[in-house]
């Protein structure tokens, strides 16, 4: 069973919904127009860019090469995290594609390798879209644990300050904070896995459908994906609250943020 073609006129009627929230925008006076119009342009763009990439990806037989590109689209979500999370004071970029690079890097690897056990491991029809929904999925947790910890450090910087006054070294004095953003990072992961199949059907498992695969065989793919996404979001979430919490102290226990 093929899946049906659409059409490139069949694609542009899917832009009334745009025009839904556009409209929306405008009558609300949401202001969101701009990034509408944005957001849709880009998405265009980087998915039809993508898809005739992958064409080529998909040929190649490099490990080196895989890695590397893999490696840019990690780079990429860090820098899109930096645009997304607005803090001068703390230089997080570089830890926050370190903790990204070895976690996702991890957690893909155990996917192919281990559990699907793919020939080679860096086989790019599967690499590329595992880790592209790795990278995805777990971006918005590290933002949202990044967003969390700094903004509590705002918040309780006279406790924190009056902790480290009664002698207490940073990590006791924020201990709470990077469990609480820790937490935060975790929780839509999780939240998934509780409402998947029954609420909703997640993509991996709906694109597999819809091209002919065996349903339960997409099923056991889509576990695997929900599995791999809570354990990159976990493992990145916790790598760069601790990275970032000791960033926001001088080697003098003073806090700089």
Not at 249 to 254: G, I, N, S, V, Y
């Amino acid at each position: 069973m093929d899946p049906i073609e659409i059409s490139y006129g069949q694609l542009l009627i899917g832009l009334v919904f745009i025009a839904t929230a556009g409209g929306a925008s405008l009558f609300l006076k949401l202001g969101l127009e701009r990034d509408i119009i944005w957001g849709t342009v880009r998405t265009f763009a980087q998915l039809f860019l993508m898809g005739y990439i992958l064409v080529y990806i998909f040929r190649m037989d490099s490990a080196a090469i895989i890695l590397l590109i893999f490696t840019g689209m990690i780079l990429f979500a860090a820098l899109t995290i930096r645009g997304r999370v607005q803090e001068k004071g703390v230089p997080y970029l570089i830890p926050t594609f370190i903790s990204m690079f070895m976690s996702y890097m991890l957690v893909t690897i155990v996917v192919t390798y281990f559990v699907i056990n793919v020939e080679p491991w860096y086989e790019p029809r599967y690499f590329i879209p595992l880790g592209g929904m790795i990278i995805g999925n777990s971006m918005s947790a590290i933002a949202i644990s990044l967003e969390r910890i700094f903004s509590d450090i705002r918040k309780r910087r006279d406790e924190i300050e009056l902790y480290l006054c009664l002698g207490a070294r940073h990590g006791e004095a924020t201990g709470d904070i990077v469990r609480e953003s820790v937490k935060a990072g975790m929780i839509p992961s999780i939240n998934a896995m509780m409402a998947v199949g029954i609420v909703f059907l997640p993509g991996m498992m709906t694109g597999q459908i819809i091209a002919g695969a065996d349903p339960v065989t997409s099923i056991k793919y889509q576990i695997v994906v929900m599995l791999m996404l809570v354990g990159s979001t976990a493992i990145g979430s916790i790598i760069i609250a601790f990275i970032v919490r000791n960033l926001c102290f001088t080697k003098a226990e003073q806090l700089k943020i």
